[in-house]
């Protein structure tokens, strides 16, 4: 769904109905009646008025992750409860300096994230505009959405309930397994990586071949930078440019995984193949310099600084943030607009956790003491276990109450979620 002269306007349907997933018909938790829903196209300075529709049987809302917009209102308030048979109007009026990039949507009902996400309750968010950082005989490249979503198998249906994270589970792309992706030797074409799954990771990779990243959760880069696989915590996106080679199959994988003592370990698997045939293309250099600006948070007066602590009680049923588990009604932080503050974001589990943080992006500025460089802002950073790193964000824009938490969502639902209130 694409925006027309400075707005889309769409209209979401919760349903549980059966979809074909796999050869096999399930029952899932659907946006329009599908698995893999509409990937919605928005431009900066846009307007997006959605209206969502719940059919199902339990509360729900909606979450467009990693965007700079409002968070108070009927915009991205994840504090919205959207009861049975009940309509909502959401609108979101969209910065013009918004980052070009790969975003997504989801469901954010505490404390059943979880169970409608591994449902089916996600997709894919596009603004467009990072085209325009690369060079002109690159500008209008073949472009394919990989929206990585995992579903596992109760019965009939797609598995909501007492979900286990290392549990087997079927990794799809856009709802397919193992799909084919057309390219013709030679040729460049830009992938957009979107881990949109509740709660697994994946550790990325393509035979033969580097990720050549231009765009990182929503942000492009400063400097074009290469992997030979790239770790997609949940919740995280990347926007690579990949080249095909010389004709034949090769597989998009994602390899083995482990989080920690405490956490889970993901075994190897294939996502998709890789199909190298036809003409062939004239290879083009990829570019390896600077790419798109950026900003750089690592001069910028500090007005506060903060330690923030991840845990979890011995059996890994219970988390928290600073000792607390998340009540919406309790703010746990508070920072003021237009300032820059440094959180030392801490792990005192044996396990890696997903941080995210709503409406503003932050800058990782070291892990485990270690400066890191990343080109760019993003919104998903992996804590190590027992480990930490440092972040820095800038509160731009809006005011109101928002939430940080662990992406991993059987973690947010047992407590891993805090309130940030951003005041004048």
């Given at each position: ?19 074909d ?13 599908g ?13 997006l008025d ?19 917009v ?21 609108s979101?009026?969209f910065?013009?300096?918004l980052?070009?990039?790969t975003?997504?949507y989801?469901?954010?009902a ?22 325009q ?6 500008r209008?490249?073949t ?12 019965g009939d ?12 589970t ?6 397919q ?25 994946y ?15 929503g ?38 995984y ?21 003409p ?50 309790r ?33 990782l500025m ?27 964000m800038h509160?731009?824009?809006y ?26």
């Open positions: 769904m694409v925006s027309h002269d400075g707005v889309l306007r769409v209209e979401l349907v919760v349903e549980r109905r059966q979809v997933l796999g050869g096999h018909k399930l029952w899932a938790l659907t946006y329009n009646g698995y893999m829903p509409p990937t919605l196209r928005i431009h900066p300075g846009d307007k959605l209206t969502m529709r719940n059919t199902l049987d339990q509360v729900t809302n909606l979450h467009v992750h990693g965007l700079h409002s968070p108070s209102g009927n915009a991205d308030n994840i504090f919205i409860k959207i009861n049975p048979g009940q309509t909502f109007d959401y979101y009026q910065p013009t300096t980052r070009a990039g975003y997504w989801h469901s954010h505490d404390p059943i994230s979880a169970p409608q996400v591994s449902g089916g309750m996600s997709g894919i968010l596009i603004v467009e505009g990072l085209q950082y690369l060079p002109a005989n690159l209008n490249i472009e394919h959405v990989i929206g990585l979503k995992d579903f596992q198998v109760q249906s797609v598995k909501t309930e007492g979900l286990h994270i290392g549990g087997t079927n990794r799809t792309v856009n709802g397994l193992n799909p084919t992706i057309p390219i013709r030797p030679g040729e460049t074409q830009l992938w957009r990586l979107a881990n949109i799954s509740a709660n697994i990771y550790n990325v990779h393509l035979q033969g071949q580097q990720f050549h990243v231009i765009a990182h959760d942000t492009p880069v400063d400097r074009i930078w290469t992997a030979d696989s790239l770790l997609l915590a949940a919740g995280a996106r990347f926007d690579v440019l990949v080249q095909g080679g010389p004709p034949g199959r090769s597989q998009l994988q994602t390899l083995a482990s989080t920690g003592p405490a956490g889970n370990s993901f075994p190897q698997a294939t996502l998709a193949t890789l199909v190298s045939e036809g062939s293309a004239q290879a083009t250099a990829l570019p390896t310099s600077s790419f798109a600006p950026t900003v750089d948070l690592s001069q910028a007066p500090v007005a506060a600084r903060r330690t923030i602590v991840f845990s979890e009680n011995k059996d890994g049923t219970e988390f928290y943030i600073n000792g607390k588990q998340f009540d919406m009604n703010v746990d932080i508070q920072a003021k607009l237009n300032t820059v503050e440094e959180w030392t974001i801490r792990n005192d589990s044996n396990e890696e956790h997903s941080f995210h943080v709503h409406t503003n992006h932050f800058q070291s892990i485990n003491g270690l400066p890191h460089q990343g080109h760019g802002l993003q919104d998903v950073a992996s804590v190590p276990a027992m480990g930490q790193f440092v972040i820095r509160f731009k824009d005011t109101g109450k928002t939430v940080l938490h662990c992406h991993i969502l059987n973690h947010e639902d047992a407590g891993m979620m805090a309130v940030l209130e951003i005041v004048e």
